[in-house]
């Protein structure tokens, strides 16, 4: 059996242009056909089922984003490129929020065409066997480490697989503990970037003053300590992936060189002033919003637009109730063989009053209770009177909506001073290990061991 090329359809009303796109995909192997009209073209597609499409956005009658919308109605999986000129890129980015695969900008390079319909041809052929998969088994409950099966996660998971293997900015954005890490490392991991770097930046927990010279790196004797030259995450990166969390925490003043980043894929390090070029892909997170910080001048309106190409957003848990169930079993097995326990059940009574429970901590804070009842007890079975009382009553700590923080603490100086004894002693004493294994930051660590009364110098093994 032959396989036969793929289909390329390309609509144009530049007849020089079309005949020319034409035959330079000929001459890559591809089966493609040009129309100069766009209604000729949406006929193709019913007809002809191509296996991709190439339109110009500027066309007169029916423009290529119409045409976009009214291909997507016939085969709503086909991979559509986009033509733009300079002035039409706002339009493009708005074209790629509505299904579009990715825009080019004129004038174009064969090279970069040739490689963007590979990867959208890549993708149309995951997105098929991810749906046949999931209509073969009825549902799919993970995905890429993405578990669930409500409606609410399935579209995660789609707008996941959809963006996976463009190169658009993505923003992932929805309360903190949601996943949004999680979900940047799926988009890593299904595209084709997966076998190159995947960096992550965590923009709350680096000074301002030093995140400029970890972003781009720094030249020898930029500043005081910069004892050599170094390069930053960006090179780092390479053609890979960085994630960007927490942005909404960036300082104006680098915002404003994270933009020529995205716009110009050039950069400086810190006292140079030679550029750099990075084909990194840019995926950035926030809890934050950004629209409004934007209206309150605490955040660059290009960038935010620059970076909301593609948004991504994570439902809190308690609008997923019946993912529960899923993620306890899930999170068990891991706690299972990290904690050597053997926690083979949970009660229907224990389970239905997790599905109840608000998770205003949403996925972390359902962790961080199975964590706790696992360390303290070696039963078996999971039942109610494991449960602490607050999650036993429904009655989540009164807090503002993502402050999981101090919810975290709450939670865990309530669980008391066994569990971080228990910690202490075998992580001797090591504050390090005991933040990353409580997953606190080592300030609410220190604060939550001050009210417990708990020296960590009394754990050291001298």
Request: proline share 5%; hydrophobic share 40%.
């Amino acid at each position: 059996m032959t396989v036969s090329e793929p289909r390329i359809l390309v609509v144009d009303d530049d007849q020089a242009l079309l005949s020319a796109l034409v035959q330079a995909l000929k001459s890559m192997g591809y089966d493609a056909v040009g129309q100069c009209e766009s209604e000729q073209g949406l006929a193709y597609i019913s007809s002809w089922g191509p296996d991709a499409a190439i339109f110009d956005l500027k066309m007169p009658g029916m423009d290529g984003l119409e045409l976009l919308r009214r291909a997507l109605q016939v085969q709503p999986e086909l991979p559509v490129l986009l033509l733009s000129a300079h002035g039409t890129i706002e339009t493009a980015v708005q074209a790629v929020r509505e299904g579009a695969y990715d825009f080019l900008e004129k004038p174009f390079d064969l090279d970069k065409i040739e490689l963007t319909l590979q990867r959208a041809l890549d993708h149309r052929g995951q997105r098929q066997r991810y749906r046949l998969l999931a209509e073969t088994t009825g549902r799919k409950a993970e995905f890429e480490g993405i578990v669930g099966k409500s409606t609410l996660i399935r579209k995660v998971i789609e707008s996941v697989s959809a963006v996976a293997d463009t190169d658009s900015t993505v923003l992932v954005t929805g309360e903190s503990g949601t996943g949004k890490e999680l979900v940047a490392r799926a988009i890593h991991a299904s595209g084709s970037r997966k076998e190159k770097p995947l960096v992550t930046v965590d923009c709350a927990s680096i000074p301002d003053s030093l995140l400029e010279s970890e972003l781009f790196g720094h030249a020898k004797g930029a500043f005081t300590g910069a004892h050599q030259d170094r390069a930053g995450y960006f090179e780092a990166a390479s053609d890979g992936t960085v994630f960007l969390d927490e942005i909404g925490e960036m300082p104006l003043i680098l915002q404003k060189k994270l933009l020529r980043v995205l716009q110009e894929k050039t950069f400086a390090r810190v006292g140079e002033t030679r550029s750099r070029s990075t084909d990194a892909r840019v995926v950035a997170a926030t809890n934050r919003n950004l629209e409004k910080e934007v209206k309150e001048g605490t955040f660059r309106e290009d960038l935010y637009y620059r970076l909301k190409v593609i948004e991504i957003q994570i439902p809190p848990l308690g609008e997923r109730p019946e993912d529960i169930p899923l993620l306890v079993r899930h999170f068990l097995d891991r706690l299972n063989r990290k904690l050597n326990r053997n926690v083979k059940r949970v009660t229907p009574e224990a389970m239905d009053i997790l599905r109840h429970y608000p998770w205003p901590g949403n996925i972390r804070e359902l962790v961080h209770l199975l964590e706790q009842i696992m360390t303290f007890h070696k039963q078996e079975i999971l039942d109610v009177k494991l449960l602490p009382p607050h999650v036993r009553t429904g009655s989540a700590p009164d807090l503002p909506p993502g402050n999981y923080a101090d919810l975290k603490e709450s939670v865990l100086e309530e669980a008391g001073l066994e569990y971080f004894q228990k910690l202490m002693q075998y992580y001797q004493g090591n504050i390090t290990r005991v933040a990353e294994h409580a997953d606190l930051n080592r300030r609410h660590l220190h604060r939550l061991l001050q009210k417990l009364e708990l020296d960590p110098s009394h754990y050291r093994n001298n």
